[in-house]
Structures are given as C-alpha cells and as structure tokens.
C-alpha cells in the first residue's frame, strides 16, 4: 500500500495594509503607537499586516478619506503584492468604502467592523453572541447597497451578481426585522440578568475595569480562583464573568468585564448593554492599568472617558498598576542604553498617582504574583467599608 495523503486544509492567512490619517496635532510617536494597536487588532482577527500607509490631512478627504495620490500609492502596493484587504484606523462612510473598493478593487475594513469581527470570534455565550450580531446587523444597514457592489466584483460565480435596488430594499426589510428580533432577545437576557442581580441584592459588589489586555481577567483568576479564559490578545474577554471571592469572611461579587479601546464603536457599547450593567450597579470599580505599556496614561484617560460615557464615573475606584515586573525591564533596558533614567522609578510613580487621586495607587504583576498580598489586603479594605457602612449591624 502507498504511503497515506494528508492535505492542508489551513486557510492561508489574510494579508493587509494599514492606513491611518492622523489628527493635525498628533505626533508622530502617537501615530505609531496607534497603528501598532491596530496592526494587533489585525492580528487578533487572524490576519497580518504587511505595510503602514499614513497621510496627514486638515480632514479626511470626504470621498476616498486619503488623497488622490495616496490612494495611487496604497493600490500600487497592493496590486504589487495581491493584498488581500484594506485597513483603516477609522470609521468609514458607506460612500467611502464604495469609492476606495473601486479603486482598490479589495476587500475594504474600516475600525468598526475590525473590532465587531473579533468580538464575533470571541463571544463565548448566548447573549454575546446575541450583543455582537445586533452591532454587526445594524453596522450592516446603512452599507446594503455598498455589499451588494462588493459581491458584484467577485470574480465569476453564479449568485455572485448584485441584486437590483427592489431586492435590496427587501433585504434592508430583513436586516430591520432581524435587528428588531435581537432586540427582543437581548431584552429577554436583560431580564434573567435583572433578576439575578436581584437575587444577589445586598452583597458588596466589585468590577473590574480597563482599557484591553491590561490583564483583568488573570487578576480574576487570582482573586476568584476561578478558570476564566485569558491571553494576550485584544478582547480576549466579551461577556461578563461574575465570580463570589471571600476576603477575611467578607463576601463580595467580582465582575470581569469587557476591555475598552480607543474609538470603541458606538453600536457596540450600546449593544453590551448588560456587561456595562455589571460596571453601573457596581459598589467599587478597580480600574486595572497596564503600566509597561508606553501610553498607559491616555489609556487610563480612555477607560475615564468611556465611564463619563456609560454614567458611572462618579464611583470609587481603587487604581491598579499591573505589569510591573515588564515595567522594570523596559526601564533597566532603557537605563543601559541611554545611560539616564527615561521611565519615572515605581516609588515616584506611586507617589505621583497617590497625590492624584488621593487614595492607595497599588503596583502589582498578576502573572508573577507580585504585591498581590498588599492588593488584597487594600481590596478587602475597601470592601469592609461598603459592608459595614450598609450592614452596621454586622461590625
């Protein structure tokens, strides 16, 4: 008998371009570090980027966002190296992904629907499930005419002809109708939640919160000692995991919830409605940090503005510094190379935060377990004061 076939059955992986049009005041520096989240963001949807293509502008150019010129440039290289997609670090209008896609002649992505694909391949659950494909359907609608245009330019094919303007108007009846039957099942999920919650009514309640990736979910798993999925990857958590821990015989429920990002797509807050409630009805917010990454501040001003955004900036909040053994590193590797101190010291750091907010800043490692005896301890604290302030009784 010859020797057994196998066949790779592994779909080759998408190539992209990225292509940002940065604000007029942005530095460079800022440009860079927003296209490496974005070239991440690539890499969580399973494709990988190949060249960065940035044009800076008074305002994006209305019909094709970048120029003339950089739209010759960005088509030359993927005509070149058959780029598989385009894109963008912003949101785009129909119009312009219909105008870029002739040009191009490839598949177009603006930031919202990147970040509504890895919230696809993330939820885990019913409803998030339910959440993202309310976000995708009503993303979906104002671009009808636009997929159909796409679907037209796939080469050859039967059922590959765009449907005239009568079938199209049927399918925007079908998208409202779907959109209106998510809504009534994310309503049904909003009122098991309800009444779980109610159940739980009295217990001193605890969300973690964050911009994504800063390691909330491994904090989770070392406060809860629970087995909640977590990787180094954008938006490796979409629902909201909801945990009883007991510190020193005070019970509390802790909640994980979904990573903020810089420009999170409207429709996507609003459709993780219940995950946010998780941060709304919650006593005390421990806002997680990651402190090695470069722009951790305009991080932690992101996570601020999203709070201000969903009412519940108005919470106490116990700030947490994670990833400080990276931290380290990168600061003695500067220290080597520079021969001056780039990065602040922890200490300076600490004392700089405290003063902030006038409150404990803790600096921790969750993969490490550095100074996480000191966190609980802070946490438990925190929580004895909800406790005891609403149960007296019980001192």
Do not use: C
């Amino acid at each position: 008998m010859g020797k057994k076939q196998f066949y790779d059955t592994a779909k080759p992986q998408e190539t992209a371009v990225l292509v940002a049009v940065p604000a007029y005041k942005q530095t460079d520096e800022q440009t860079n570090e927003y296209l490496d989240e974005l070239a991440f963001l690539t890499e969580t949807a399973g494709a990988v980027s190949l060249k960065r293509f940035v044009q800076k502008l008074d305002k994006p150019d209305t019909r094709t966002f970048v120029g003339s010129g950089k739209l010759e440039e960005i088509k030359a290289y993927v005509t070149e190296h058959s780029i598989d997609m385009v894109i963008f670090d912003d949101d785009l209008s129909p119009s312009q992904v219909r105008n870029i896609e002739r040009e191009l002649q490839v598949k177009i992505v603006d930031r919202s629907l990147l970040i509504l694909d890895i919230f696809a391949l993330r939820a885990k659950t019913a409803q998030a499930h339910t959440q993202v494909e309310l976000a995708q359907y009503q993303y979906l609608l104002p671009r009808l005419t636009n997929l159909w245009t796409h679907l037209s330019k796939q080469k050859g094919g039967i059922g590959m002809k765009g449907p005239g303007e009568t079938e199209i108007e049927t399918d925007r009846r079908i998208v409202r109708d779907k959109i209106s039957l998510l809504r009534d099942r994310l309503e049904k999920f909003e009122r098991q939640n309800f009444e779980q919650r109610k159940s739980r009514a009295g217990m001193v309640r605890v969300a973690l919160v964050g911009y994504t990736n800063v390691g909330k979910s491994t904090l989770m798993n070392l406060l809860s000692k629970s087995d909640v999925f977590a990787e180094n990857k954008l938006f490796a958590t979409v629902d909201a995991t909801v945990r009883k821990v007991v510190l020193d015989n005070i019970p509390f429920l802790l909640s994980d919830t979904v990573g903020f990002i810089r420009k999170l797509p409207t429709k996507l807050i609003e459709a993780f409605k219940s995950t946010l409630d998780e941060i709304r009805e919650a006593d005390l917010l421990v806002h997680v940090v990651d402190v090695s990454h470069p722009s951790f501040e305009d991080q932690i001003a992101v996570v601020n503005n999203t709070l201000l955004d969903i009412n519940s900036a108005d919470k106490p909040v116990l700030l947490v510094f994670n990833k400080i053994d990276q931290y380290l590193e990168q600061r003695e590797r500067e220290l080597q190379e520079d021969g001056h101190e780039v990065r602040p010291s922890i200490e300076d750091l600490k004392a700089t935060y405290m003063a902030k907010i006038h409150a404990p800043a803790l600096f921790i490692s969750a993969t490490n377990r550095i100074n996480i005896e000191e966190m609980r301890a802070e946490l438990q604290r925190r929580v004895a004061e909800i406790h005891f302030e609403r149960y007296p009784n019980n001192v």
